[in-house]
């Protein structure tokens, strides 16, 4: 490889004439500017937060620039914390890692008496401003004056979690000691129940609070954010890769990604988890972070296409993500529910089904996936369960398929076949977006790079492994089933999977010229896998050409329709490779 150039901080450059106001006190000019124009002796400001958002921080240094005659915080308006518990439990449940998908929206969270109250106080200020802060200010106040969100990436508030500052949804938990408990709840419940608020909320902000960055919150117009949803949807884009340590990881990304070299080692990488990930919107010289999952929110039809929605709905379907185990170990050995067990005990519709793809692999390198012939399920588990007891180890040759590696290798793992990559592959993981459903069965004895056991679950591994599925079924069925379908001057199209129980659909493209392709109306999630650079280009000049680096992943949204890629220069005629991923539609 040549230089690195590894973009860790993607952005989409934002046209037009959108101011962007940096630090509390510019912050404040602003809003007390639009309060000035409205001319009259009360106004009321809202600012709605999701989860993450440093409410201490962020509520004082509004209330600083702001001088409010009155505030209200939201959490002083909701049921007591014991009630809240009460009405969440079913979906949180008392396990550790596993909750089911909830149906509350954000009113359930409100005690009415304590909202008309505060309704009441808001009315009897005859002049000077009026604040409310806090998840569902605008639901406890529905017409304020000017309305604010303060949205917050996930990745920020897990790690924000980790480090004890924010609680859950209407409940103060903060010093948890087990900060994966406030992970679990946030999944299963906060998150959902303040997207469903958020989408009902986007097409009234005024404007976008940014505080990703603690130390440099941001303000922006909300048509400013929905421009640059706007034009990012008719362009190739990269949400924001991020990168997290774990007790298997490896240090391949630390060289090809550009990452602090100091760090132990580096696990994933999630590249394409819009749930997830960040958008970075360009305003001039100041970039805005905003979750990806608005996008989704925004304009899902012309970002995934009219079937895929039809489908899924506002929920982007593919995750491409890196898992690094060069010089680290091996993942935990695992399986993923089928379709059927994730419906019926966590309340999701589908399930993770996915693929290894090998970005690179060093001599030696294996993956474990599937299981002998003659592989007795009873045994097995036994085996699992008295090494989990602190028994013998666990042999996991004895019972799983074993299967030597080399870069380029694809092995595809439908729902319910044991698996796991072994120690010296950079994998590209492709697979359906319910990522946190993974039933742990072997961690080789370790702990978490916090310390604790890393949560084992038999019980629900042994309900979902497909024990047909051993050596020459999988042989057949899920190593390397490549095959060409297309070639033309300079490139060659191969389909390599994934399993027909499984929704994606892939491509490996190999080129050395010019490649013509199209979205066919449905959403593309590319990664390149081989060749330093290339440009991704519309014919009708539609969108800027995008540059697109070694391993970095990108979205070309449904609506684009036609496009090239080719070697950034052509006249080379390097070797590039590229692993597509798409919905099947038919």
């Known amino acids: 490889m040549n230089e690195i150039k590894f973009n860790t901080l993607p952005c989409v450059e934002v046209k037009g004439n959108f101011p962007v106001f940096q630090g509390w006190k510019a912050i404040g000019n602003q809003i007390l500017s639009d309060i000035a124009k409205l001319n009259k002796p009360t106004a009321v400001v809202a600012v709605d937060y999701y989860q993450g958002v440093l409410e201490e921080v962020t509520t004082e240094g509004l209330a600083d620039n702001l001088k409010p005659q009155l505030i209200i915080n939201t959490r002083d308006l909701m049921w007591d914390e014991e009630k809240i518990k009460a009405m969440v439990f079913p979906d949180v449940t008392d396990d550790r890692i596993f909750g089911y998908m909830t149906r509350l929206t954000i009113d359930a969270y409100f ?8 309704r009441n106080e808001i009315a009897a200020v005859a002049d000077g401003l009026v604040l409310i802060v806090g998840s569902g200010a605008a639901f406890a106040y529905t017409t304020p004056d000017i309305l604010v969100y303060a949205d917050m990436a996930r990745w920020e508030t897990q790690l924000r979690m980790r480090t004890h500052e924010v609680d859950n949804l209407g409940v103060k938990n903060r010093d948890t000691a087990d900060w994966m408990l406030l992970y679990k709840q946030g999944f299963f419940v906060d998150w959902r129940v303040l997207d469903r608020w958020k989408k009902k909320l986007m ?10 960055n603690r130390n440099e919150p941001k303000l922006v117009a909300g048509k400013g954010v929905m421009e640059g949803m706007k034009q990012a ?5 990269s949400v924001v ?4 340590p774990g007790p298997w990881g490896g240090q391949w990304m630390k060289h090809y990604c550009n990452l602090d070299k100091s760090q132990q080692n580096y696990a994933w990488c999630f590249n394409c988890v819009p749930e997830e990930n960040s958008l970075l919107l360009k305003f001039g010289d100041v970039v ?35 898992l690094d185990t060069i010089e680290g170990g091996n993942l935990s050995l695992q399986v993923h529910p089928t379709t059927e067990y994730i419906q019926e005990k966590f309340g999701m519709h589908y399930t993770q089904d996915e693929s290894y793809y090998m970005l690179k692999a060093v001599p030696g390198a294996k993956v474990y996936l599937g299981l002998k012939e003659g592989v007795k399920p009873e045994e097995m588990i036994a085996d699992l369960e008295a090494a989990q007891a602190g028994g013998a180890p666990f042999d996991a040759e004895k019972h799983a398929g074993v ?3 080399k870069t380029h290798d694809h092995f595809l793992i439908p729902a319910g076949t044991v698996h796991c990559s072994g120690a010296g592959s950079m994998v590209l993981e492709i697979s359906a977006t319910p990522y946190i ?12 790079i916090d310390g604790k056991p890393r949560a084992i679950n038999i019980e629900h591994g042994k309900q979902v492994i497909d024990w047909s599925r051993t050596t020459e079924w999988t042989r057949k069925n899920l190593v390397n089933a490549i095959e060409v379908i297309a070639e033309g001057d300079g490139w060659v199209e191969e389909r390599t999977g994934l399993h027909e129980r499984e929704f994606i659909e892939t491509r490996r493209h190999w080129f050395t010229k010019e490649v013509s392709m199209n979205t066919n109306n449905g959403v593309h999630v590319i990664c390149l896998v081989e060749g330093d650079e290339i440009i991704i280009e519309s014919p009708t000049n539609a969108f800027e050409p995008f540059e697109v680096h070694y391993a970095e992943t990108f979205i070309v949204p449904a609506g684009v329709g036609a496009y090239s890629m080719k070697p950034h220069d052509a006249g080379i005629g ?6 597509l991923g798409f919905v099947r539609t038919k």
Do not use: H
Request: proline share 10%; with cysteine; net charge negative.
């Open 111 to 118: 005690d009415p008496a304590k909202v008309e109250k505060a």
């Open 203 to 212: 097409s009234r902000w005024d404007y976008l609070l940014d505080t990703n």
């Open 233 to 237: 949807v008719n362009r190739p884009f």
């Open 241 to 244: 890769p991020f990168f997290d």
């Open 288 to 322: 805005v972070e905003t979750p990806s999952i608005n996008l989704v929110f925004f304009k899902p039809v012309e970002l995934m296409g009219p079937a895929v929605y039809g489908r899924f709905g506002d929920e982007f379907p593919i995750r491409f993500d890196f």
């Open 403 to 405: 299967w030597p590696v």
């Open 437 to 448: 459903f993974t039933f742990k069965m072997w961690d080789w004895g370790r702990m978490g």
């Open 574 to 579: 390097q070797k590039c490779g590229t692993m």
